[in-house]
């Protein structure tokens, strides 16, 4: 399957979230249920659900819902685990999510495609000082890939195709002097990256920590930091909603974004608690989880990020025109 063969996949997930009521993938906790759309409670609250997916950031919000930040402004937030936010974008564009992680390429895309998506917050931002921090691309130990135009004619596997992954290793390799339709992509959660890694199946991978420390660990590398590279740090995971939920809720949204406030700012300054959550979420082993480097954490919403995404996604043909940021960033009233 070729580039642009799969590329089409983003195309039907977008069309299907215009015609489908999307399901979520399965909740943090186990459980085969997933939550609904918000509803207010008999205390005040008002329930929300937050779509995420494997990674270290999941632990973020897990801490502060422990610790009572989000239920301290009025919200009883339920997390629900999917492979991507390319994947829950059904659910959010139709209700069963009101809110998702995301990399901006996901509600840029639907946006631009018709879908009633706005970024509400940020989330994560690199910090350029640090290499793993982020998602990166790695290679195998025995890997003769030492450049990104040593990717053509490989596999490469990202958690979405026609996301943040698979553009920012398209224009690195352009970058470097290299052909981007010559790469292979294939999609994959970045938790399963390591072992695809070792066992062959993918010449290098998108992932991020703690996954990216396993590769390494094993003998890998990271063939490129390319989220600092491609200049869209500044808002590397954002935080999207549902239009008409934020349309019908401007209470719940803010109280929300004050509740992200809170938890980003305890989860700066006590990374450890963080690390501690992560081998019940992602089943790593704790010594680790005490090894993860973190991204900046802020809800500021960084436009000239967000503007270079757009750009990608026109040039490499994921949109045909840019998505119209007025619309798609939400300013409260």
Known sequence: MNTRIKRSLLVAVVALSLTLAG???????????????????????????LGVFPSSGVAVFQLGINKGFFLKHGID???????????????????????????????????????DVKIVAGFAQNDPSQIDDSTVI?????????????????TVSVNALGGIGQLGVEEIVSKDGGDPSKVKFV???????????????????????????????????????????????KAELVIAGSGKFISSNPAAVKNFVAALNDTYAYATDHHSEVSDLLPSILGIPAAAAQHTVYEFWSTDVNRPALETFDKLLVKYGVISKPANLDKVIYQAK
Do not use: H, W
């Open 23 to 49: 399901c979520a993938s399965g909740s943090i906790n186990g459980s085969s249920s997933s939550p609904s759309a918000s509803s207010a409670s008999s205390a005040g609250t008002t329930t929300v659900s």
């Open 187 to 233: 999609q994959l959660a970045l938790n399963d990256v390591p072992a695809q890694i070792a066992s062959g199946q993918i010449d290098a991978g998108m992932t991020g920590a703690p996954f990216s420390d396993q590769v390494v660990a094993a003998g890998g590398k990271i063939l490129s930091d390319y989220i600092n590279q491609i200049g869209v740090g």
């Open 77 to 115: 937030l339920q997390l629900t685990q999917g492979a991507s936010s390319v994947a829950q974008l059904p659910a959010l564009s139709t209700g069963t999510l009101d809110f998702l992680l995301a990399s901006p390429t996901t509600p840029l895309t639907g946006a631009a495609k018709g879908l």
């Open 138 to 154: 790695v290679v195998g130990k025995n890997s003769t890939i030492t450049r990104p135009k040593s990717l053509e004619g490989k």
